[in-house]
């Protein structure tokens, strides 16, 4: 069963960019729940899209699905001079994607093979030139050269899709805390009200999350 459940708030100034507060909350998190929580992956909108982001996450190996800015400059390159696909991938010589095998964390750089020996295409006629062995040619892709759009999990990838869908989880959360817990109305609260009563928001909803879990939806309570 999934559930969407808020673990970390934060309360900061509505004149801070959001790019600023989503590092000092992921920061302030990581220190809270180092011994229980892991954060592999970061999902977060166009807004966070720079590279001072990246290059911190990279640091703290969090692979990042970011959505990308479109007013800034999006052009596939790299330092190795390779011919990039709009997904990060190396075109090869056929001018077909080369397939991504894994992703070197401790070298930062993504490994490619060549699509006719994973049986991707079924012929080439640079196959006597590109592979010299069984194995097939291999190609790396340093992402250091391009922070932003050669990321760990390739743009344009479904496996990057299937992620950047999960951020919709916290639209719902934030919907509950608003909508069903009454917070979005305006009403004449001061911060720490409005901080008391969306602790007490979340707290409700792993309660309900609780209580769902172990009894089933609330439509099987109801005799």
Same mark, same amino acid.
């Given at each position: 069963m999934k559930l969407d459940l808020p673990v970390y708030l934060k309360f900061t100034e509505a004149s801070r960019h959001d *790019? !600023?507060?989503l590092i000092t909350a992921l920061a302030h998190a990581r220190y809270l729940y180092s011994d229980i929580l892991?954060?592999?992956s970061l999902i977060a909108d166009s807004a966070h899209d720079n590279y001072p982001t990246y290059s911190l996450l990279r640091q703290w190996n969090i692979k990042p699905f970011i959505d990308l800015n479109n007013r800034s400059d999006n052009k596939l390159? *790299?330092?190795e001079g390779l011919v990039l696909s709009a997904s990060g991938a190396p075109v090869c010589a056929d001018g077909y994607e080369m397939i991504n095998w894994e992703f070197d964390r401790? @070298?930062?750089?993504?490994k490619y093979r060549c699509p006719l020996v994973i049986g991707k295409v079924k012929s080439c006629p640079y196959s006597d030139q590109c592979n010299?062995?069984?194995y097939g040619k291999i190609v790396y892709v340093r992402l250091a050269s391009n922070l932003r759009l050669l990321t760990p !999990?390739?743009?344009d990838s479904e496996e990057w @899709?299937? !992620?950047y869908k999960l951020r919709t989880a916290s639209e719902r959360v934030n919907n509950r805390i608003l909508t069903d817990y009454i917070l979005e109305p305006p009403k004449r609260y001061g911060k720490m009200k409005i901080a008391s009563f969306t602790f007490l928001s979340a707290i409700n909803i792993h309660l309900d999350a609780l209580v769902k879990h172990v009894y089933g939806p609330a439509e099987s309570l109801i005799a």
């Open positions: *790019s !600023v507060k892991g954060f592999e390159q *790299s330092d401790k @070298k930062y750089r993504i010299k062995t069984l !999990v390739p743009r @899709k299937e !992620v």
